[in-house]
């Protein structure tokens, strides 16, 4: 075969198929809008399924956190807590016993003063040698014990200062009450000198001495009161 009539020949048949292509969709078209048919063809082992209907999705729900009870305690547990707490709790501590303060009525002048048995007494034989000390007396005579007017008044002579300077002679008489302790549970004034500064030093040298020696423990009496006397002489 000549090659011009091979390629007029291939022409031909190119246009026969393309005239088929172009065709096909065009008839079966055509078909389907005269019959309102369609035939459908199915491959061997395939089966047509009925088309499942849509499914219409929800909106999905948040839940609520969960609260949790509160753990359960045994009666057993919280009875034994409870017996603990009441074994551990301390005890209150006892109050003190409140001591009433001995305050024994006295009176001016040369009564017994302390309201005790045996009246008045002087005990200026009790000073020591080279006493300042003028004199002294005590309201309780059955109180005879040398070595605690020593002790005592030696204490209160060493705090005694005289702050003033006179050409005259004059003199401070001082009163107190001592308790068993030897605490002073009262100091006044029970003859002024006259010069107020020279009174108050006599005064203030029983205050200072405070406390004087106890009481001694044969002495059946709670509470002593002694004047002593606070000479000034001039040089």
């Not at 190119?14 to 491959?43: C, N, W, Y």
């Not at 009790?126 to 004199?135: A, I, K, N, W």
């Not at 002073?184 to 006259?194: A, F, P, T, V």
Request: proline share 9%.
């Amino acid at each position: 075969m000549r090659t011009g009539d091979l390629i007029i020949s291939i022409i031909l048949h190119v246009a026969v198929i393309l005239t088929f292509v172009i065709s096909g969709p065009l008839t079966q078209k055509k078909k389907l809008e005269l019959g309102d048919v369609m035939h459908i063809r199915l491959s061997a082992g395939q089966e047509l399924k009925p088309q499942a209907p849509p499914v219409e999705l929800k909106p999905i729900e948040i839940p609520s956190p969960i609260q949790m009870d509160e753990p359960i305690v045994p009666v057993m547990e919280v009875a034994s807590k409870t017996q603990k707490a009441i074994v551990n709790k301390p005890k209150p501590k006892p109050k003190p016993e409140k001591k009433e303060q001995y305050q024994p009525q006295t009176e001016k002048g040369d009564q017994n003063r302390t309201g005790q048995e045996g009246g008045k007494k002087d005990i200026s034989d009790e000073l020591s040698s080279g006493s300042r000390f003028g004199g002294a007396s005590i309201d309780n005579a059955s109180f005879s014990y040398p070595y605690w007017f020593d002790q005592a008044f030696s204490k209160i002579e060493r705090n005694w200062t005289n702050p003033v300077f006179s050409n005259s002679k004059i003199q401070c008489t001082i009163y107190f009450q001592v308790i068993r302790s030897g605490r002073i549970i009262r100091s006044e004034i029970k003859e002024s000198s006259g010069i107020s500064a020279y009174d108050r030093a006599c005064l203030q040298a029983v205050e200072r001495s405070q406390p004087l020696p106890p009481l001694p423990d044969t002495f059946t009496e709670e509470i002593i009161g002694i004047s002593l006397i606070f000479p000034y002489l001039p040089g």
